[in-house]
């Protein structure tokens, strides 16, 4: 595995979708959070489906912006900005540097980005896309966060269960593909009856 694959595997979905339901289970369970892991569940179906959304369109009848490079939005870069920036803000919830793992999580979802154009997948209005849906995404969760928390030490314990349940899930499903592209290739021939879906022109 090359330095960039090793970057770009922490926006494949294999990984952040159980991620995305882990920190779901963990806000909905404690009572403070609650509404808060509702809105993460939004932000979440709101973010997957918009990029599901913009590849079926071009896959299936080939729609998109005119004048740009465009397949529809890089799922690895929205997802991955929306995910570690919204972890980073519930690892950090309570914290006097709190910005610190905010930033961390946005950090980490640009160089996924950046892996994606390194690896040659996606052109740089696909990424650019992405990194806007995934920013705009998570802003609107991180902001809305509820304030109200639990005591200190339960919110300690807190922490360490996200945090360690996290790490479990990376070590099981860090640098496994989910096949994203091929079920969606399977959905937009389903629904326009064509024999194959559009690809990139080879002029790009």
């Given at each position: 595995m090359?330095?960039?694959?090793?970057?770009?595997s922490f926006g494949d979905s294999a990984l952040l979708l159980p991620v995305i339901v882990w920190m779901a289970a963990c806000q909905v369970a404690v009572v403070p959070y609650r509404r808060d892991g509702w809105r993460w569940i939004a932000t979440a179906v709101a973010c997957g489906g918009m990029v599901s959304l913009s590849k079926l369109l071009f896959m299936a009848w080939g729609?998109?912006?005119a004048g740009i490079d465009y397949t529809g939005f890089s799922g690895h870069t929205a997802l991955a900005i929306m995910v570690w920036t919204a972890f980073g803000a519930l690892a950090g919830r309570g914290m006097r540097w709190r910005i610190l793992p905010i930033a961390a999580g946005a950090l980490l979802g640009i160089a996924v980005g950046a892996s994606r154009l390194a690896l040659k997948v996606h052109s740089p209005s696909e990424v650019w896309l992405g990194?806007?849906?995934g920013a705009i995404v998570a802003a609107w969760f991180v902001v809305g966060m509820s304030k109200a928390a639990p005591t200190d030490r339960r919110a300690t314990?807190?922490?360490?269960?996200?945090?360690g349940g996290t790490l479990a899930i990376g070590l099981v499903c860090y640098g496994r593909v989910f096949p994203s592209q091929h079920l969606l290739q399977d959905i937009a021939l389903w629904l326009s009856g064509h024999g194959q879906v559009f690809t990139r022109t080879p002029a790009h």
């Amino acid at each position: 595995m090359t330095f960039w694959q090793a970057v770009t595997s922490f926006g494949d979905s294999a990984l952040l979708l159980p991620v995305i339901v882990w920190m779901a289970a963990c806000q909905v369970a404690v009572v403070p959070y609650r509404r808060d892991g509702w809105r993460w569940i939004a932000t979440a179906v709101a973010c997957g489906g918009m990029v599901s959304l913009s590849k079926l369109l071009f896959m299936a009848w080939g729609v998109a912006p005119a004048g740009i490079d465009y397949t529809g939005f890089s799922g690895h870069t929205a997802l991955a900005i929306m995910v570690w920036t919204a972890f980073g803000a519930l690892a950090g919830r309570g914290m006097r540097w709190r910005i610190l793992p905010i930033a961390a999580g946005a950090l980490l979802g640009i160089a996924v980005g950046a892996s994606r154009l390194a690896l040659k997948v996606h052109s740089p209005s696909e990424v650019w896309l992405g990194a806007l849906l995934g920013a705009i995404v998570a802003a609107w969760f991180v902001v809305g966060m509820s304030k109200a928390a639990p005591t200190d030490r339960r919110a300690t314990a807190w922490r360490l269960t996200l945090l360690g349940g996290t790490l479990a899930i990376g070590l099981v499903c860090y640098g496994r593909v989910f096949p994203s592209q091929h079920l969606l290739q399977d959905i937009a021939l389903w629904l326009s009856g064509h024999g194959q879906v559009f690809t990139r022109t080879p002029a790009h």
